[in-house]
């Protein structure tokens, strides 16, 4: 599907399918803006202005209904939104799966939304907030590049939780930003100052991915070989997830992909557990008093 320019058209694919177990309940539907916004609606409201011209939200089958109440009706006349479900039956054929009550993960996620993607596209969580200038950075790397993707990056400190431990990618990056590795760190959280995590302790400083990634289309059938080897090596096993990240890693290490980090400065936040929220909804009305959003993102 191409522009009037007749070039293919960037879309904004959202990761909305995530159960929220933590949280309590599925964060990306949770409202925070004045006028009862998502965050995933600040992500669409700051891809909108940077030229994104589409918009999927990867979600559950059991909140599709939902979304197409809530957000979807609220970005209807705004930009086009198409829905792509994550789901347990999507597999390749012949695939030898065992019983289990929740997708793959989030290489799972962005093949659920091949099938809706013709072109370059931005890559988000449904419920982080990136900022304006983390978003326009990615998509400014799709429109002046030819090939390769790029993942935005945080300072590790700028990303934790005050009310609990989390999970973070942590990113070793080369000369002229080329990305040379991500390693998984659980339990990271703040101590006074310093940083620990389940195995030892980080400075704060490290970059960090929080899944804000630019691709091609090529990332869609890299993702579909990997997926299907995937499954015949681990398919059996109920609790193993296929995670964008762990696939990049090994496309980039077999000189298959190859992945530039954009420094997105330190404007993050987001929902891991229920004491985030207030935190989180103060942080979206210091941003609009000081005129970065409108009241309402939509009229």
Avoid at 18 to 35: C, E, I, M, Y
Avoid at 97 to 107: E, F, I, Q, S
Avoid at 174 to 188: P, Q, S, Y
Avoid at 209 to 238: C, H, K, T, Y
Wanted: with cysteine.
């Amino acid at each position: 599907m191409l522009s009037s320019a007749g070039m293919a058209r960037t879309t904004l694919v959202v990761m909305a399918a995530g159960a929220g177990s933590r949280f309590g309940g599925p964060k990306q539907l949770v409202p925070l803006g004045p006028a009862g916004e998502t965050l995933l609606e600040y992500t669409t409201f700051d891809a909108l202005r940077s030229g994104v011209e589409r918009v999927v939200l990867v979600v559950r089958r059991e909140t599709l209904d939902q979304f197409q109440a809530t957000v979807g009706t609220r970005l209807a006349g705004q930009v086009e939104v198409d829905y792509a479900v994550q789901d347990i039956r999507d597999i390749p054929d012949g695939a030898a799966v065992a019983a289990r009550a929740k997708p793959w993960g989030t290489g799972h996620a962005v093949l659920a939304a091949r099938r809706a993607v013709d072109g370059p596209f931005l890559l988000a969580n449904g419920d982080d907030f990136y900022g304006a200038g983390a978003i326009a950075a990615v998509l400014r790397f799709l429109r002046e590049t030819a090939d390769g993707w790029a993942l935005a990056t945080w300072p590790l400190a700028a990303t934790l939780s005050p009310h609990g431990p989390v999970s973070r990618g942590v990113c070793t990056v080369g000369e002229g930003n080329v990305l040379l590795g991500v390693r998984e760190h659980f339990g990271v959280e703040r101590h006074d100052d310093t940083v620990t995590h389940s195995s030892g302790t980080l400075t704060g400083s490290e970059p960090v991915s929080m899944n804000l990634w630019g691709f091609r289309p090529d990332v869609l059938a890299m993702l579909e070989d990997g997926f299907r080897r995937f499954l015949a090596e681990r398919g059996e096993d109920p609790t193993a997830e296929y995670q964008l990240p762990t696939e990049v890693d090994a496309a980039r290490q077999a000189g298959r992909a190859a992945v530039w980090t954009v420094p997105a400065g330190e404007t993050w936040f987001g929902l891991t557990h229920p004491s985030d929220l207030e935190a989180a909804k103060g942080r979206i009305a210091a941003l609009v008093d000081a005129g970065a959003y409108p009241h309402r993102l939509w009229r």
